[in-house]
């Protein structure tokens, strides 16, 4: 399977910890978009990165949460002391970059903080 | 600013009947392009089509059409003869040309669809 890979797919984190969540994209795919899903609520985007590059963090929270897509390995979203808020299902999808093309979603990230 | 509106929260139909998800957006741009995403119980997203600005041709493929509409800013979905493997929560999305990156998505709050026998 080819797909958008995500791991974890269920992370559980108490208050203060961090959490840190990673997405591989699709194969031959080299643009990444992190999208976060409250409960009972549509997807927000977050952050969409290139390799190496932040290309829009318009959606991210000023602090606590950061976003990674290194030359080598996988996207990494992390989440600093964590709070009860955060608990949401996070989602990442890929692209190959071109305009209107659409993304291909991961199975996404369940996020629970106690 | 893109805006997706969905304002069916939730519909309930039986089995065989058909039933149609409404999407309003809006947008500045001339430019742009529609999506829609399944949801099913088990979480992941599933891509099911992608239209652009320029294309207002309907589509049908198999039990699923889309109806795109400029004058109205709709682009609706109807599933014909829903069957109970359709329940799912169904997004609408958008994305905008002038946004100059490749497309993040702004999405409706989602219609949850369940069908029953």
């Known amino acids: 399977n080819a797909g958008v890979m995500q791991n974890p797919r269920h992370l559980v984190r108490r208050r203060g910890q961090e959490a840190r969540l990673r997405c591989s994209p699709m194969k031959g795919h080299s643009h990444v978009y992190w999208y976060r899903q409250l409960p009972e609520e549509g997807l927000k985007f977050m952050v969409y990165?290139?390799?190496?590059?932040?290309?829009?963090e318009s959606g991210m929270p000023k602090e606590r949460f950061s976003a990674e897509f290194p030359k080598e390995g996988p996207s990494i979203l992390r989440i600093q002391q964590v709070v009860r808020g955060d608990s949401a299902a996070y989602f990442c999808?890929?692209?190959?970059?071109?305009?209107?093309?659409?993304?291909?979603f991961g199975d996404g990230t369940r996020l629970s903080i106690l | 600013a893109q805006k997706v509106t969905q304002a069916q929260t939730e519909i309930s139909v039986v089995e065989k009947e058909d039933v149609t998800l409404d999407c309003v957006y809006e947008t500045r741009d001339t430019t742009y392009y529609l999506f829609w995403y399944k949801q099913p119980p088990s979480g992941e997203l599933v891509f099911l089509i992608r239209r652009n600005s320029f294309d207002e041709q309907n589509e049908i493929s198999g039990r699923y059409s889309w109806n795109f509409q400029k004058s109205t800013s709709s682009f609706n979905f109807t599933i014909t003869a829903s069957q109970v493997v359709d329940s799912a929560v169904y997004f609408c999305a958008l994305s905008e040309e002038s946004t100059g990156t490749a497309s993040k998505l702004t999405f409706g709050t989602g219609t949850r669809l369940q069908v029953t026998l």
């Open positions: 999808a890929s692209s190959p970059g071109k305009i209107g093309q659409p993304q291909h």
């Open positions: 990165l290139q390799k190496e590059n932040i290309i829009d």
